[in-house]
T-cell receptor
Framework: GAGVSQTPSNKVTEKGKYVELRCDPI?????LYWYRQSLGQGPEFLIY????????DSGLPNDRFFAVRPEGSVSTLKIQRTERGDSAVYLC???????????FGQGTRLTVV | AQRVTQPEKLLSVFKGAPVELKCNYS??????LFWYVQYSRQRLQLLLR??SRESIKGFTADLNKGETSFHLKKPFAQEEDSAMYYC????????????FGTGTQLKVEL
C-alpha cells in the first residue's frame, strides 16, 4: 500500500511569503506528526495530531507556524512570513496510534531565498 | 530537558568488521529509546526500539541506564549497512514524540 505522501517534494519561496506543506498519512492512521530537519541535524519535533486535534504543539517555534488536520486525515503545515532560517526538510510521519511504529514521508525540502 | 548525543558524525569500517554506533542520552525519567535508519535516497525508517528487544538486520542495542547509553552494535558489517543512523528518545507518555540525535553516517568499505 501507499506510504506517507508529502507534497511538494521541493519548495522555493521568497523571504516574507506564505507557504503550505501537505501530508497524506497512511490510511487509517490516527496519529500524525510533523518534524523539521535542518542541515546536519536530526529531525526536531514540531506538532502531533491525534485525529483532528493538535494533541501537542509544543515544538512549533513561533506563531508563524500553524498546522491543521480538519478531517483527521490530510494535514497541512502553514508557515507565514517565511524567513531564511525556516529553510529545512519538513518531515511528516503517521502511526496507527501514538505508541506504534511511526512511518515517515520523504519530506518537503523548503528553501527560503 | 531530554537530549540525545551521537558523538560520531561519520564512522567508517571495513566489510566484516564489528560496528558500534554510540548513543548517549539525558532524561530524568524512564525513556524509550529507538534507532532509526535512512538509506540513500530513502525515507527515515525505524530500525529497532529497546522495548521490543529484537535483533533487526543483525543489529542489536541494549539500554544501559547506568551509563545512559543505547549503543547500536553489529558483529559483522555488510556493505548494505551503509546509511545514516539516528538515535532517538521518547519521554514519559511521549509515544512518537521523539528527540533525535544528530546522526552518524556509517560507511562500510570493501
Amino acid at each position: 500500500g501507499a506510504g506517507v505522501s508529502q507534497t511538494p517534494s521541493n519548495k522555493v519561496t521568497e523571504k516574507g511569503k506564505y507557504v503550505e506543506l501537505r501530508c497524506d498519512p497512511i490510511s487509517g492512521h490516527t496519529a500524525l506528526y510533523w518534524y523539521r530537519q535542518s542541515l546536519g541535524q536530526g529531525p526536531e519535533f514540531l506538532i502531533y495530531f491525534q485525529g483532528t486535534g493538535a494533541a501537542d504543539d509544543s515544538g512549533l517555534p513561533n506563531d508563524r507556524f500553524f498546522a491543521v488536520r480538519p478531517e483527521g486525515s490530510v494535514s497541512t503545515l502553514k508557515i507565514q512570513r517565511t524567513e531564511r532560517g525556516d529553510s529545512a526538510v519538513y518531515l511528516c510521519a503517521s502511526s496507527t496510534d501514538r505508541n506504534t511504529e511511526a512511518f515517515f514521508g520523504q519530506g518537503t525540502r523548503l528553501t527560503v531565498v | 530537558a531530554q537530549r540525545v548525543t551521537q558523538p560520531e558524525k561519520l564512522l567508517s569500517v571495513f566489510k566484516g568488521a564489528p560496528v558500534e554506533l554510540k548513543c548517549n542520552y539525558s532524561y530524568s525519567g524512564s525513556p524509550e529509546l529507538f534507532w532509526y535508519v535512512q538509506y540513500s535516497r530513502q525515507r527515515l525508517q525505524l530500525l529497532l526500539r529497546h522495548i521490543s528487544r529484537e535483533s533487526i538486520k543483525g543489529f542489536t542495542a541494549d539500554l544501559n541506564k547506568g551509563e545512559t547509553s543505547f549503543h547500536l552494535k553489529k558483529p559483522f558489517a555488510q556493505e548494505e549497512d551503509s546509511a545514516m543512523y539516528y538515535c532517538a528518545l521518547s519521554g514519559a507518555g511521549g509515544g512518537n514524540k521523539l528527540t533525535f540525535g544528530t546522526g552518524t553516517q556509517l560507511k562500510v568499505e570493501l
